[in-house]
């Protein structure tokens, strides 16, 4: 399964970006999908989860700035950033696991399938 971010860039605090993540056609509705964020020289960490049937999960750090939704006609997984803040820097990476929910929602070695990431920078 082959997952393709897009939507990182730079911003000022207090702004907004939007990333968006791509996954195929066939597999797409059967998965559950979550974004992860990492800054070099420290792990993986969970950032927001919707599994097939739609309902959310959201680190505590973006609860009320983040929202992820999921588009099944586009096959897109999508992660809607307000009010960044320095501390959201980080490079944003697209997952998802075949299945209907996942327990823990945020747990990362749950995830077989990722994007290569895209760079987020909040200054």
């Known amino acids: 399964v082959q997952l393709v971010e897009s939507g990182g860039g730079s911003v000022q605090a207090g702004g907004s970006l939007r990333l968006a993540c791509v996954a195929p056609?066939?597999?797409?509705?059967?998965?559950?999908m979550a974004w992860f964020r990492q800054v070099a020289g420290r792990e993986r960490g969970g950032v927001a989860y919707?599994?097939?049937?739609?309902?959310?999960y959201y680190a505590d750090a973006v609860k009320g700035r983040f929202t992820v939704s999921r588009d099944y006609a586009k096959n897109s997984l999508y992660l809607q950033m307000n009010s960044l803040k320095p501390d959201d820097t980080a490079m944003y990476y697209c997952?998802?696991?075949?299945?209907?929910?996942?327990?823990?929602?945020?747990?990362?070695?749950?995830?077989?399938?990722w994007g290569q990431g895209t760079q987020v920078t909040v200054s």
């Open positions: 056609e066939n597999t797409y509705n059967r998965y559950c």
């Open positions: 997952a998802a696991q075949y299945g209907s929910t996942m327990n823990p929602p945020l747990d990362r070695d749950r995830y077989n399938y």
């Open positions: 919707v599994d097939q049937d739609g309902p959310t």
